[in-house]
């Protein structure tokens, strides 16, 4: 094991993903370690456990801060850095046919919701921000401050499905009722759209016809505190590449796509060595 990476996580509920990632560390079977975890709720139920290990623990109330934020307050209350042109122009998860005002109030009460959720986090320095079960949509506002070195992204999420089918807020039920024969879990990237960013490992499951909902629920959820611990296992050994790809379709048309390319660790690295060798 090497040394340690700083991962702040972010919760909206049961926590059972942040479990699954305070129990890998502890047991040292990733090199990491949790040094906050923040929630939008602050009900959530995953918050007892963090609190009882010890660890530092916040949360923003985004539904109160919503409310504060509507009328006249809204003004005083936006951050000073924040530039709505900029976060109208690099979002891509909003296409419906808002109009400008809604778009505008959108993005300026989520910055108020982040801007405080920036500034809980300061006091913790962290390599990688996990989101684990965060039902929130992160804006640019808040990406861009924490992905301060653009080809370096350090914000992760896990998604009930098997992206790009079936983004948003219900992967496991949205799979199950689309009668899919196999469903799975994403780990990915955060970047400017809803579920969207490249995509960093992925692990299926075969959903059987006496299957019901809860039970594609269990099955997935117990392949993502697999996948989410071996991703961020992948992180902690800086063996993730984001690299921009092109490709030509065949009528022409030319599509970019950002992609993460897995550098081979140190044991493939020697076994290749040693084939080179004999
Ligand atoms: C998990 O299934 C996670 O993939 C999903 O919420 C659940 C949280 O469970 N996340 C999303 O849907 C994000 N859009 P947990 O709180 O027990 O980890």
């Not at 504060?68 to 122009?89: C, H, K, Y």
């Not at 909902?213 to 505190?225: F, P, S, T, Y």
């Amino acid at each position: 094991m090497g040394n340690k990476i700083r991962i702040g996580a972010l919760i909206s509920g049961g926590g059972s993903n942040l479990r699954a990632i305070m129990d890998a560390c502890e047991a040292n079977r990733i090199d990491a370690m949790v040094v906050f975890v923040g929630s939008d709720n602050p009900e959530a139920k995953g918050m007892s456990r963090a609190k009882k290990h010890g660890l530092a623990t916040f949360s923003v109330d985004y539904k109160a801060v919503m409310e504060e934020a509507r009328g006249e307050l809204l003004e005083s209350l936006i951050p000073e850095d924040f530039d709505l042109q900029g976060v109208l122009a690099s979002q891509h998860f909003i296409t419906s046919a808002w109009n400008s005002e809604k778009l505008a109030t959108h993005f300026r009460t989520r910055a108020i919701a982040e801007a405080a959720l920036l500034r809980e986090m300061a006091p913790y320095p962290f390599d990688l921000l996990v989101l684990a079960g965060f039902m929130r949509v992160l804006t640019p506002y808040f990406i861009d401050h924490v992905n301060t070195n653009p080809s370096r992204p350090r914000i992760m999420n896990i998604h009930p499905a098997l992206l790009p089918s079936f983004p948003g807020v219900d992967g496991y039920g949205d799979t199950y009722r689309y009668g899919c024969k196999v469903g799975g879990c994403t780990v990915h990237f955060v970047d400017y759209g809803e579920d969207t960013g490249p995509i960093i490992g992925q692990k299926a499951f075969e959903i059987k016809p006496e299957d019901t909902l809860e039970a594609v629920r269990e099955k997935g959820l117990m392949l993502e505190w697999e996948l989410y611990t071996e991703c961020i296992q992948l992180f902690a050994e800086n063996r993730l590449r984001v690299v921009p790809k092109t490709y030509t379709l065949k009528n022409g048309t030319r599509v970019n796509k950002k992609v993460v390319e897995i550098l081979a660790g140190k044991r493939e690295r020697h076994r290749k060595e040693v084939a080179l060798c004999t």
